[in-house]
């Protein structure tokens, strides 16, 4: 019961988080404050270790939603090939490993290899086949990305972007990015300030606290299996 409590409300917390970010991938127009990067985006540009953060979340953006648009429903009754599309899209962008550092925080420290193994990949197959659905039904009218910023020892930046949602409203989503020896890669995501790294720590390590970590990477093995049961409802039907 404790574990459900904290899983529903882990879930409930960081939906709308998931769903802005999906809103990223599914923009009809990606402003890029760049004009060489925009040429580059019409161009088809591909990334490489030496692209830059600018590229990596307008280039990515762009990408995932040249490959859904106009598949939606598809999509919706092939959950399993949704669910590639995206991990293939987002894998070579997202540093899972160091997000899975930052989230177990000192609990990375007492596991052991197989443990950090299977966490990462829980937690991210969780989190795409949970959230994955939520990208075929989200309707985004415009994404600004905004020049990248970079700390003083240019080893992490921050892409700013903005979110004019269906209302008019903007919700700004901001993407922290590290330097790594395959490129620069995504660790965090913040939506209007708030860090989805930190509100996962907060709540996993709660749990790990009361039920232990085999026990989180279990349900959380699980709900990725039970999230890829049940197909999107056709909304024509």
């Given at each position: 019961m404790e574990s459900d409590l904290?899983?529903?409300?882990?879930?409930?917390?960081?939906?709308?988080?998931?769903?802005?970010?999906?809103?990223?991938?599914?923009?009809?127009?990606a402003h890029a404050?760049?004009?060489?990067?925009?040429?580059?985006?019409?161009?088809?540009?591909t990334l490489t270790a030496g692209s830059l953060p600018l590229e990596v979340v307008?280039?990515?953006?762009?990408?995932?939603?040249?490959?859904?648009?106009?598949?939606?429903?598809?999509?919706?009754?092939?959950l399993d090939e949704l669910y590639?599309?995206?991990g293939e899209k987002l894998a070579p962008v997202f540093?899972?490993?160091?997000?899975?550092?930052?989230?177990?925080?000192?609990?990375w420290k007492a596991a052991d290899d197989l443990q950090r193994d299977r966490f990462v990949a829980a937690f991210s197959d969780f989190l795409i086949k949970t959230y994955a659905k939520g990208l075929l039904n989200f309707n985004q009218e415009q994404l600004v990305v905004f020049p990248a910023t970079y700390s003083k020892d240019k080893k992490r930046a921050e892409?700013?972007?903005?979110?004019?949602?269906?209302?008019?409203?903007?919700?700004p989503v901001d993407y922290r990015l590290?330097?790594?020896?395959?490129?620069?890669?995504?660790?965090?995501?913040?939506?209007?300030?708030?860090?989805?790294?930190?509100?996962?720590?907060?709540?996993?390590?709660?749990?790990?606290s009361a039920l232990g970590l085999d026990a989180v990477?279990?349900?959380?093995?699980q709900g990725a299996q039970e999230s890829a049961l049940t197909p999107v409802a056709d909304d024509d039907s």
């Open positions: 904290i899983g529903a409300v882990q879930l409930s917390s960081f939906s709308r988080v998931l769903l802005l970010t999906c809103a990223l991938t599914l923009s009809t127009a404050q760049d004009s060489d990067l925009n040429n580059e985006q019409n161009n088809g540009v307008s280039v990515t953006s762009k990408s995932l939603q040249n490959s859904l648009l106009g598949r939606e429903s598809y999509y919706a009754k092939n590639q599309v995206i540093d899972m490993r160091y997000v899975g550092y930052l989230v177990l925080g000192d609990y892409v700013k972007t903005a979110l004019r949602m269906n209302d008019g409203s903007i919700v590290r330097r790594s020896s395959e490129g620069w890669r995504v660790y965090d995501v913040r939506i209007e300030g708030v860090s989805y790294i930190q509100n996962y720590r907060s709540q996993i390590n709660a749990e790990i990477i279990l349900r959380l093995e």
